[in-house]
Antibody, heavy 133, light 107 residues
């Protein structure tokens, strides 16, 4: 059974760096095709995709937050870490990590291949982060 | 970025009603779309993937349709546990983007 669990501080001060950890269970980031992503949700608002990392260390980021985000993996601990610098009260949100898959697919009518990422199927319970002085 | 526009933003319905939620993409995304249900205080759960494929374990009253730029999520007979907020997600190109959500409330 695939599960993910987020952990990190519940309160950070403005300008500080947030470090969140996603601990994986039931699957491994060493396995071909595995992807883990991060999503956040401010109170009462919609979901926002932040970043993802694949088994082969390919990374994708939200362009609007790219300068502040770093995603890494530690396969020995089966963890994915997201850091976000220069935190602001508008970053107050519940942060989720989620499982996904990537597949190397052939571009139709060509000899080229590309990485096709599937939507996130299993999510962690989320961790709430408040940014306040 | 691809914009995902969901409608309506909220709706009131009764148990047993048929409900349809629409998601429109600002450009074609083939069928690279998922639908998620989020109950209050809980993490989202995927209901539909690839626009129309039912996630394992999800009741058959949920169905998805569409391709390209227009997509629908239909609940054929609303049940008490279906009162929640629903989101679409496009994963055709980065950055992935969600719709703004549709809150389904009890009439």
């Amino acid at each position: 059974q695939i599960t993910l669990k987020e952990s990190g501080p519940t309160l950070v001060k403005p300008t500080q760096t947030l470090t969140l950890t996603c601990t994986l269970s039931g699957f491994s980031l060493s396995t071909s095709g595995v992807v883990v992503g991060w999503i956040r949700q401010p109170p009462g608002q919609a979901l926002e995709w932040l970043a993802l990392i694949s088994w082969k260390d390919d990374k994708r980021y939200s362009p609007s937050l790219r300068s502040r985000l770093t995603i890494t993996k530690d396969t020995s601990k089966e963890q994915v870490v997201l850091t976000m610098t220069d935190m602001d009260p508008v970053d107050t949100a519940t942060y989720y990590c989620a499982h996904s898959l990537v597949e190397h697919q052939l571009v139709p009518f060509s000899r080229k291949y590309y990485d096709y990422y599937y939507s996130m199927d299993v999510w962690g319970q989320g961790t709430t982060v408040t940014v306040s002085s | 970025d691809i914009q995902m526009t969901q409608s309506p933003s909220s709706l009131s319905a009764s148990v047993g009603d048929r409900v349809t939620i629409t998601c429109r993409a600002s450009q074609g995304i083939r069928n690279d779309l998922g639908w998620y249900q989020q109950r209050p205080g809980k993490a989202p759960e995927r209901l539909i993937y690839a626009a129309s494929s039912l996630q394992s374990g999800v009741p058959s009253r949920f169905s998805g349709g569409g391709s390209g730029t227009e997509f629908t999520l239909t609940i054929s007979s609303l049940q008490p546990e279906d009162f929640a907020t629903y989101y679409c997600l496009q994963h055709n190109s980065f950055p992935w983007t969600f719709g703004q959500g549709t809150k389904v409330e009890i009439k």
